[in-house]
Each structure stands twice: as C-alpha cells, then as structure tokens.
C-alpha cells in the first residue's frame, strides 16, 4: 500500500491556473444551456436543444480524446495501445450521434453518459499532465453529466 507523503499532497493541491478555470467553466455552458431548453424550453425548442446536446457532447468527447492523445504524444515512446484508446471516445460519440437514426433520445443521452464518465474514469486514475488535471476533470464532467442526466430523464418521459 502506497502511502503519500507531505510534499506529494501538497503536489496534489497546486491550484488550477485562472485561465483554465475559467475555459474549463465555459465549456459547460452549452451543456447547460441546451439541457434547460430541452426540458424546460418552449415545444418548438426542443428538439433543436436536444441535436445540439448531443452535437456538443460529441464534441467535447473528440476533444477529450484529443487531449489524451497529445499528452500520450508527447511522451519520449508513445504507447500504441493508449493512442488506439484515445480515439475510442471521439467514435463513441459520433456512433452516439448517429445512433439517433435508430434508437431513441434516451439510449443516445445514456451513452453518452456512460462515455463522458468512463472517460473521466480513465483520466483521474492514470492521468499524465499536471497535478490539478484530475480535479478540474471531476468538476468538468459532474457539470455535464448531470446536464445529461436532466435531459435524459426528460427524454425517458416523452
């Protein structure tokens, strides 16, 4: 059993820089936003918030993958198998986005959530990259999920 010593907690607490706070919080309004117009929006918004919900996780999963993939390639021997997995996220997210042709809104929002937090699964237990990465990715994925969870359940009603 590995136990942490002083200098690694204080490691652990190296504050995330303003900047990326405040492009990390700004990454979740969209989330926010199209979720409260597809549950509570006006009829004719709806199913305009729900593409766009499902656009934008897409998005941010092709960004999620991308962001693990260039911190894999920056290593001196990038490891095959953590560049295959990286790409994983972005197709899980365009198979999602396409799953709309077959399969109801409530399996696209629950797929989603289900890769948004096996992402952040894989990110906050072997994360490369700076100290405060895992707590800005628990922030930023609780952010979206619930926004997911919200619309899901919307969708679980129609």
Aim: aromatic share 10%.
């Amino acid at each position: 059993m590995a136990f942490q010593t002083a200098a690694d907690h204080m490691q652990d607490r190296v504050p995330v820089p303003l900047a990326v706070w405040v492009c990390g919080l700004a990454t979740l309004a969209p989330f926010v936003l199209c979720s409260a117009l597809f549950c509570y929006g006006p009829i004719d918004m709806r199913q305009v918030a729900l593409i766009s919900l499902l656009a934008y996780s897409t998005a941010m999963l092709s960004y999620l993958g991308g962001v693990r993939c260039g911190l894999e390639i920056e290593r001196p021997r990038p490891r095959w198998l953590t560049l295959g997995l990286s790409l994983l996220s972005p197709l899980a997210g365009f198979g999602l986005l396409l799953g709309g042709l077959k399969f109801e809104p409530a399996w696209q929002l629950s797929g989603f959530l289900l890769v948004f937090i096996l992402q952040w699964l894989w990110d906050v237990t072997n994360h490369d990259g700076p100290a405060w990465r895992p707590r800005l990715r628990t922030l930023l994925t609780s952010g979206a999920a619930i926004s997911l969870a919200f619309a899901l359940e919307q969708a679980l009603h129609l």
